[in-house]
């Protein structure tokens, strides 16, 4: 079946550090990629999403590209502030209902 | 334009009850979707309601049941109630057509504490 496997947490980072957090999916064809973000408190923002290979996602200074050779959607940031202190899920879409499968979470502490 | 909403924020209930969960639905969505998210997890798909009908079923056993109303509205109800099914619900709702669903806006989500 599908899956999503994103780098295990804690990260923590300073103020102005760059950011990558790794994910990896298996599926079958082509699932749509998603990341989202999760504040404390708070529900899943849909962060940004790329639905064919080598397609961008772009949001906030936040980029992920659709990598079908191996499978990937890292997400980047050039520079971190301290408001993006959150947990990040990675996400795949695929199937006639096109629930999302995710992946369990990055926790990101930025420091100022 | 109104987002989704979750009712109750909070619920505490004791092994073998019953539990209504309630979404209300993004202006202009019809379709509902329901995960469920363990501590330190991801959302696992519980099963999804598109124009009141099922629409598809996660690995999750027959008592977690739910409806969607005619507003496209929706309730998640689990029956005789576990200590593993303490997590937080989470409600999301996009505007489905046939073969698409468009992106999922989340509800704040219901944390329920079964004790």
């Known amino acids: 079946g599908n899956s999503v496997t994103q780098m295990e947490g804690p990260v923590t980072l300073s103020e102005e550090a760059f950011l990558t957090i790794n994910c990896t999916y298996t599926?079958?064809?082509?699932?749509?990629l998603f990341w989202y973000v999760q504040y404390p408190g708070e529900g899943l923002q849909l962060l940004l999403k790329a639905t064919k290979a080598d397609d961008k996602g772009s949001n906030k200074g936040f980029e992920a590209t659709y990598r079908k050779e191996t499978t990937s959607f890292h997400l980047e940031k050039g520079s971190v502030q301290v408001s993006d202190s959150a947990v990040y899920f990675c996400?795949?879409?695929?199937?006639?209902?096109?629930?999302?499968?995710f992946g369990k979470g990055t926790l990101l502490t930025v420091n100022p | 334009e109104t987002g989704v909403t979750q009712s109750p924020t909070h619920l505490i209930k004791t092994r073998g009850q019953q539990v209504t969960l309630r979404c209300s639905s993004q202006s202009g969505h019809n379709t509902v979707s329901w995960y469920q998210q363990a501590l330190g997890q991801g959302p696992q798909f519980i099963f999804q309601?598109?124009?009141?009908?099922?629409?598809g079923r996660g690995n999750f056993p027959p008592r977690f049941s739910g409806l969607q109303f005619p507003n496209y509205s929706s309730e998640l109800n689990v029956n005789a109630l576990e200590l593993d099914d303490s997590a937080l619900y989470l409600c999301?709702?996009?505007?489905?057509?046939?073969?698409?669903?468009?992106?999922?806006?989340f509800g704040p989500g219901t944390r329920l504490t079964v004790t």
């Open positions: 599926a079958t064809g082509y699932p749509s």
């Open positions: 309601y598109y124009r009141e009908e099922e629409n």
């Open positions: 999301a709702s996009s505007l489905g057509a046939s073969g698409t669903i468009y992106e999922q806006y």
């Open positions: 996400a795949l879409s695929k199937g006639s209902n096109y629930k999302l499968t």
